[in-house]
């Protein structure tokens, strides 16, 4: 699955948009519509823009390889919270809500609240065919569809709020989900959502966008519809990234010809030239790595080792030490007490070396302690301390050290 994940991920790139359209009793009222994209591991908004219909939407010139993930909320689209004791279908979940409703025309689905509370979004299907012809004239593809205000869900856990105001009403949540709606006066404000501030407004369709990186699965409207253009954006995006694949395999394909005849002679003297160098070189580090082992069993083995342990310890250390690191200090047999009162004897932890400094990622770190658990004098390599320094460029890092 990861492989398979991994695969729809590059079809369907990096890059979605959100839309949230609000409808009145005149039609559309407002169109907001977010372009996300994800960069190192972070979705980030790279273009927003309010608009008053779709019309005025389409022509802001929005690419037909972008996935559209879009919901609708306001007039005739019906969300209501339905208790029950077990687990019901959301056809039952309907007839609950609206028993004299046919089942057929309307486009729905549930939204989990707990076990015992479910939402169920719903809506004329006539509405929402209305949307979906509209885009396809534009040759959009709508990859999911969601109602209401559930969509809210999707990135309560990375707003860090309870409450927020959304058009007329206050949304609570509790428990990282949507719980109630409450009618309010109180002006729209601004959500945080990673590092910068947004106004609630465009929550609906940041949070839209978002599902194209959270993967959630079936979720949303299921219509024949949107499964269609499903398979139709994946196809076009298969056909594209097949195509370049094609040309830019025989165009390098030519290019390498074209090299391999005009300089194959010069190209091989020189791998040649270059071969017989490197064997000299490699001749001379064998030679220095031989001369290198033999001197260390012999310090290991003779008396000379007990009376120059701290000298050859801070060597081992330092010859050791990758470019991305920096000492601040280098501590051997350290006393057991920092400070020390006048008269007092001083105690030493044997056999202990205490190291601390700077690294500019933890990954350099833990690349010089794999090298240091492969010396035969180590016997135990502790991480006593890690802190990322505020300008996020280094960290400070303090090792405790056991030898043999």
Same mark, same amino acid.
């Given at each position: 699955?990861?492989?398979?994940?991994?695969?729809?991920?590059?079809?369907?790139?990096?890059?979605?948009?959100?839309?949230?359209?609000?409808?009145?009793?005149?039609?559309?009222?407002?169109?907001?519509?977010?372009?996300?994209?994800?960069?190192?591991?972070?979705?980030?908004?790279?273009?927003?823009?309010?608009?008053?219909?779709?019309?005025?939407?389409?022509?802001?010139?929005?690419?037909?390889?972008?996935?559209?993930?879009?919901?609708?909320?306001?007039?005739?689209?019906?969300?209501?919270?339905?208790?029950?004791?077990?687990?019901?279908?959301?056809?039952?979940?309907?007839?609950?809500?609206?028993?004299?409703?046919?089942?057929?025309?309307?486009?729905?689905?549930?939204?989990?609240?707990?076990?015992?509370?479910?939402?169920?979004?719903?809506?004329?299907?006539?509405?929402?065919?209305?949307?979906?012809?509209?885009?396809?004239?534009?040759?959009?593809?709508?990859?999911?569809?969601?109602?209401?205000?559930?969509?809210?869900?999707?990135i309560v856990d990375y707003i860090g709020v309870q409450r927020v105001v959304v058009d007329s009403d206050i949304v609570e949540f509790t428990g990282g989900r949507l719980s109630g709606t409450i009618e309010t006066s109180e002006p729209v404000g601004d959500v945080k959502l990673g590092e910068d501030l947004i106004?609630?407004?465009?929550?609906?369709?940041?949070?839209?966008?978002?599902?194209?990186?959270?993967?959630?699965?079936?979720?949303?409207?299921?219509?024949?519809?949107?499964?269609?253009?499903?398979?139709?954006?994946?196809?076009?995006?298969?056909?594209?990234?097949?195509?370049?694949?094609?040309?830019? #395999?025989?165009?390098?394909?030519?290019?390498?010809?074209?090299?391999? #005849?005009?300089?194959?002679?010069?190209?091989?003297?020189?791998?040649?030239?270059?071969?017989?160098?490197?064997?000299?070189?490699?001749?001379?580090?064998?030679?220095?790595?031989?001369?290198?082992?033999?001197?260390?069993?012999?310090?290991?083995?003779?008396?000379?080792?007990?009376?120059?342990?701290?000298?050859?310890?801070?060597?081992?250390?330092?010859?050791?030490?990758?470019?991305?690191?920096?000492?601040?200090?280098?501590?051997?047999?350290?006393?057991?007490?920092?400070?020390?009162?006048?008269?007092?004897?001083?105690?030493?932890?044997?056999?202990?070396?205490?190291?601390?400094?700077?690294?500019?990622?933890?990954?350099?770190?833990?690349?010089?302690?794999?090298?240091?658990?492969?010396?035969?004098?180590?016997?135990?390599?502790?991480?006593?301390?890690?802190?990322?320094?505020?300008?996020?460029?280094?960290?400070?890092?303090?090792?405790?050290?056991?030898?043999?």
């Open positions: 699955m990861m492989l398979k994940d991994k695969l729809l991920s590059l079809i369907e790139g990096q890059r979605s948009y959100g839309i949230d359209l609000r409808l009145t009793e005149d039609g559309i009222a407002e169109v907001f519509f977010v372009e996300s994209s994800l960069r190192k591991d972070e979705v980030i908004i790279t273009r927003k823009l309010k608009s008053k219909n779709l019309e005025e939407l389409f022509s802001s010139k929005l690419e037909e390889t972008v996935p559209i993930f879009l919901n609708i909320r306001g007039r005739g689209i019906l969300s209501k919270k339905v208790s029950h004791q077990e687990e019901v279908s959301d056809l039952n979940l309907i007839k609950m809500a609206l028993p004299n409703v046919k089942a057929n025309e309307l486009y729905f689905y549930s939204e989990k609240i707990s076990k015992e509370h479910t939402w169920i979004q719903f809506v004329r299907k006539s509405i929402v065919d209305e949307v979906f012809r509209k885009f396809g004239n534009a040759k959009l593809n709508i990859l999911s569809l969601t109602l209401g205000i559930t969509e809210l869900n999707n106004s609630s407004q465009w929550l609906m369709s940041y949070s839209a966008a978002f599902n194209h990186f959270v993967k959630r699965g079936v979720y949303g409207v299921q219509s024949e519809y949107t499964n269609i253009e499903k398979i139709e954006f994946i196809n076009r995006k298969l056909f594209g990234i097949g195509l370049k694949i094609v040309l830019t #395999f025989f165009l390098a394909t030519l290019l390498l010809n074209f090299f391999l #005849f005009q300089n194959f002679t010069s190209t091989y003297d020189n791998y040649y030239e270059q071969l017989q160098l490197n064997r000299s070189y490699l001749d001379r580090l064998n030679q220095l790595q031989e001369e290198k082992e033999n001197k260390d069993k012999f310090f290991l083995k003779t008396d000379l080792v007990s009376a120059s342990n701290s000298v050859y310890y801070a060597d081992r250390l330092a010859s050791s030490k990758p470019n991305g690191i920096t000492w601040d200090e280098l501590n051997i047999n350290p006393s057991i007490k920092r400070k020390i009162q006048k008269g007092e004897d001083i105690e030493f932890k044997i056999k202990t070396i205490n190291v601390s400094g700077q690294v500019e990622s933890s990954v350099v770190l833990n690349q010089w302690i794999e090298i240091l658990k492969n010396e035969s004098w180590i016997k135990n390599i502790n991480i006593k301390g890690f802190q990322i320094q505020e300008n996020n460029q280094t960290s400070k890092f303090n090792l405790q050290i056991d030898v043999l």
